[in-house]
T-cell receptor, first 112, second 119 residues
């Protein structure tokens, strides 16, 4: 099983550019999440989704957008990239009420 | 809002020794889950151990065990016979299961403890 797959693993953006981080899971999980991890910090929730067509904001949603057109895919869109969005981004998924998240390998984004 | 506190930013221990990582949390809920996640230098986060709050017995997974003190809101991780492969960031996390009043499940993470196993 592939689990949770994120692409790209690394990306450098210029200020004001836009991009999409892709996330796919093959475990038929209901829930999917996007977290960001800044140096020395824990993970902060950006957006999450409880199923296809349903998304909601987490703690730090500003500057990001998501969509969930299928159970498998949960892309994260960065509009007008800013240096404050330099971070490592993790996608994760789980089934309802199991508690265990399965994480992707992360995407390191640098905005210059 | 739930909070998770890990007061030890960094720790190091000799190989084969035992080490305990601390975690405290704050919540008014009685039903919740607690987790320890490990993030090796390769970066992918993996679950180490999980504890349901309604269970009095401390969870154990091979060399990993927890000391869950519900009244004190403490959830420490003990690693016995530490190995070089245990070198990683360790995150304590808290989650309330789906609840009509709180909505959907979301994990709250601590800031992590960087553990180094010294050969």
């Amino acid at each position: 099983n592939a689990g949770v797959t994120q692409t790209p693993k690394f990306r450098i953006l210029k200020i004001g550019q836009s991009m999409t981080l892709q996330c796919t899971q093959d475990m038929n999980h209901n829930y999917m999440y996007w977290y960001r991890q800044d140096p020395g910090m824990g993970l902060k929730l950006i957006y999450y989704s409880v199923g296809a067509g349903i998304t909601d904001k987490g703690e730090v949603p500003n500057g990001y957008n998501v969509s969930r057109s299928t159970t498998e895919d949960f892309p994260l869109r960065l509009e007008l990239a800013a240096p404050s969005q330099t971070s490592v981004y993790f996608c994760a998924s789980n089934r309802l009420n199991t508690g265990e998240l399965f994480f992707g390998e992360g995407s390191r984004l640098t905005v210059l | 809002a739930q909070t998770v506190t890990q007061s030890q930013p960094e720790m190091s221990v000799q190989e084969a020794e035992t080490v305990t990582l601390s975690c405290t949390y704050d919540t008014s809920e009685s039903n919740y889950y607690l987790f320890w996640y490990k993030q090796p230098p390769s970066r992918q986060m993996i679950l180490v151990i999980r504890q349901e709050a309604y269970k009095q017995q401390n969870a154990t997974e091979n060399r990993f065990s927890v000391n869950f003190q519900k009244a004190a809101k403490s959830f420490s991780l003990k690693i016995s016979d530490s190995q070089l492969g245990d070198t990683a960031m360790y995150f304590c996390a808290f989650m309330i299961p789906f609840h009509p009043n709180f909505g959907n499940e979301k994990l709250t993470f601590g800031t992590g403890t960087r553990l180094t196993i010294i050969p």
